[in-house]
T-cell receptor, first 110, second 117 residues
Framework: GQQLNQSPQSMFIQEGEDVSMNCTSS?????WLWYKQDPGEGPVLLIA?????ELTSNGRLTAQFGITRKDSFLNISASIPSDVGIYFC??????????FGTGTRLKVLA | GAVVSQHPSRVICKSGTSVKIECRSL??????MFWYRQFPKQSLMLMAT?????????EQGVEKDKFLINHASLTLSTLTVTSAHPEDSSFYIC?????????????FGSGTQLSVL
């Protein structure tokens, strides 16, 4: 099935560092969602974005809906060990279909 | 956020048997539920979409006779893997999409790890 391009695929960072990841699409979306998945668990919703240019925060997480409506960014500030996991973006154009990114695997070194 | 409950979390079965996985939305009415399959270190692959009271829509390449989906109420969808084989072993996850009040958000169950011997 169709997937969004998400980068980076994986990253190792030191505790306390900031993290950035992004998702790009060839299609225009009107909703972007960001999720975190721990091993053996289902994804948990972090942030939802509904308007081009929108910037939304959830604690140390900040996500932005790109102006072109074809991309989105997620930033994590001052990372901690429990931030480890896989981060997925998902987009929808308003139909029932949600397209998922390929995932960014984050590892935080204490 | 809204809660989606998925059971069982883990199941081991013999080849040839059928396995049923339940997905319930606990505090909202799910107009649409989705079933995904996830292989290790990969993203979620949509298998099918189910709307309450109607037949599921399957993605290309997914056998509808093998993966039976029932969405009998606005809070419950089930996936039955019929005549399971070892290649069906995987992590299966459901998600539910609420009404307008949840703003098109998707909420996921905790997943079911299926191992077919």
């Amino acid at each position: 099935g169709q997937q969004l391009n998400q980068s980076p695929q994986s990253m190792f960072i030191q505790e306390g560092e900031d993290v950035s990841m992004n998702c790009t699409s060839s299609s225009i979306f009107n909703t972007w969602l960001w999720y975190k998945q721990d091993p053996g668990e289902g994804p948990v919703l972090l942030i939802a974005l509904y308007k081009a240019g929108e910037l939304t925060s959830n604690g140390r997480l900040t996500a932005q809906f790109g102006i072109t409506r074809k991309d989105s960014f997620l930033n994590i500030s001052a990372s901690i060990p429990s931030d480890v996991g896989i981060y997925f973006c998902a987009g929808t154009s308003g139909t029932y279909k949600y397209i998922f990114g390929t995932g960014t695997r984050l590892k935080v070194l204490a | 956020g809204a809660v989606v409950s998925q059971h069982p979390s883990r199941v081991i079965c013999k080849s040839g048997t059928s396995v049923k996985i339940e997905c319930r939305s606990l505090d909202f009415q799910a107009t649409t539920m989705f079933w995904y399959r996830q292989f290790p270190k990969q993203s979620l692959m949509l298998m099918a979409t189910s709307n309450e009271g109607s037949k599921a829509t399957y993605e290309q390449g997914v056998e509808k006779d093998k993966f039976l989906i029932n969405h009998a109420s606005l809070t419950l969808s089930t996936l039955t893997v019929t005549s399971a084989h070892p290649e069906d072993s995987s992590f299966y996850i459901c998600s539910a999409r609420g009404s307008r009040t949840t703003n098109e958000k998707l909420f996921f169950g905790s997943g079911t790890q299926l191992s077919v011997l």
